[in-house]
């Protein structure tokens, strides 16, 4: 007959002892945080160490010199961001981006969240359909621009068209129209990827929920609104996200379609100045002071977004 011994008290508080500090901070798979370390240097090396470099730098006279060259690179506190703010050509390159992201945000989640779930419907063709939509956001930006300026300029395909519709000036040299045609090329080519981030919620909808609406008698718009909205909100909020990111960000689209933010600067984004004043005209200080701005800005509006459109769950 065998008998059950149970555990002394030494070898119960044994079990109990906390646990090594090794093991606390390396969790209880240490081989992940080995495979996660590259991801964790390439973060730190490629953002956090430009990031916190660029704040020290706009409180600093900073100016490049020649490699081993020493020289003094004094704090100035506040200056540069008071240069700043004090730049009609910054204030200009907000209200541009401003624009760019009341018309490409909503734009972007509206025709994704429509599009992928036509999509999801689809029983012919769905792979031919998919791949569509992504082309455009895998093609290089030179070559698609290369098609929208052969569309919208002053002889282009578009205005040959509309005839004596066309606007005068022409679309991309146009102060009031060179913003917002930028924003629709942005939207039509980084579709496919929302759509992707779509797709890949709408799979976790419950069905029950879709059966439940029909047997509700709830019509396709209804149920949209009833079922998929809700049932995608942390897609939404994801989408809401990256595309103000990378609205702010903003730099190739104008660069290349208006000659560097023409005309006049009415499609210069503040990345775009920042490239044109610390490397063209060599104030890295002010640059990083307009950058440390747009980050807090843009920290600002996702915040403003978790708020509205996010919950506990997503």
């Known amino acids: 007959m065998t008998t059950i011994t149970r555990p002394t008290e030494v070898e119960a508080q044994r079990h109990d002892a906390p646990r090594p500090r090794r093991r606390r901070w390396m969790g209880r798979n240490p081989l992940g945080l080995l495979f996660t370390a590259p991801y964790l240097v390439f973060v730190c090396v490629v953002f956090a160490y430009p990031l916190v470099f660029a704040v020290w730098m706009s409180f600093q ?18 200056a540069n961001y008071v240069t700043v703010l004090q730049d009609p050509a910054v204030w200009q390159s907000f209200r541009n981006v401003g624009v760019f992201l009341i018309i490409n945000v909503p734009l972007t989640v509206v025709l994704s969240i429509v599009l992928a779930t036509a999509l999801n419907k689809v029983v012919h063709a769905r792979a031919f359909l998919r791949v569509s939509y992504y082309v455009p956001y895998v093609t290089a930006s030179v070559a698609v621009v290369g098609v929208w300026l052969f569309l919208f300029s002053g002889s282009g395909l578009v205005n040959h068209l509309l005839g004596p519709f066309a606007p005068q000036p022409s679309w991309l040299i146009n102060a009031q129209l060179a913003m917002p045609v930028i924003a629709l090329f942005v939207t039509w080519k980084q579709l496919g990827f929302y759509i992707l981030l779509y797709l890949a919620a709408l799979q976790n909808v419950p069905k029950e929920l879709y059966e439940s ?15 998929t909205v809700p049932g995608v909100r942390p897609a939404t909020l994801l989408v809401l996200l990256i595309s103000t990111i990378t609205g702010a ?59 509205i459109v996010g919950d506990e769950e997503s």
């Open 61 to 78: 006279d900073y100016f490049f010199s020649a490699p081993g060259v020493e020289v003094d690179r004094p704090f100035v506190g506040f």
């Open 213 to 227: 609406a029909a047997t509700d008698g709830a019509g396709g718009v209804r149920t949209f609104f009833s079922v």
């Open 249 to 307: 960000n903003l730099f190739t689209e104008p660069y290349l379609l208006t000659g560097g933010g023409g005309p006049n600067g009415a499609s210069t984004s503040p990345v775009l100045l920042m490239y044109q004043k610390g490397i063209e005209q060599g104030n890295p200080d002010v640059a990083s002071a307009i950058g440390v701005i747009l980050i807090i800005g843009v920290l600002i509006i996702a915040f403003i977004q978790r708020r």
